[in-house]
């Protein structure tokens, strides 16, 4: 296991899409791994493939533990995750580790279907709202070359913030 460099936004392969993944061998395994550890040493909530430099469509979540989530402090992995199903609409605060120093307030569906694939190359559905959601359609974005920069209705929507009171990445 390896920590990777996260990419800044103004990387031209964060604005990508990413490319679907076939199947599951040791390298992929490897990547997920590292994308583990990378996520985990700079305390985010998500990261996607792409953001470690990597074109395919990987991402990994952990929300904490003290989260009134059902998943809370599980680590979910997903390979080709697609959103199926949307309801609702929700604003609310969000980071990325690709932006910085930087939050603003985006729109997104208040729930969420997502399939996919965990590691193990089984065929995953979960049903998610609040946090959960967000951070799901978060990722997606990421494999699709869009940025929550990219969902904000105006510059007054932003605002930086002192890295001490910087509110972790999605």
Known sequence: MALRQILP???PRLHRKAKKVKRI????????DDMIETMH????????????????????????EDEEEPLSGKLIVLCNPEIVKAKGEDEA?????SVPGYIGEVKRAAAVTVKGRNREWKE????AKGLLARALQHEVDHLDGVLFVDRLEGLDKVRRIEPEAERRGL
């Open 9 to 11: 936004a103004d990387d």
């Open 25 to 32: 061998d040791g390298s992929l395994q490897a990547l997920i």
């Open 41 to 64: 040493a700079v305390q985010g909530l998500g990261l996607a493939a792409p953001q470690v430099g990597v074109p395919l469509r990987v991402i990994v979540i952990e929300l904490p």
């Open 93 to 97: 605060i969000e980071g990325c580790l």
């Open 124 to 127: 995953m559905r979960i049903k």
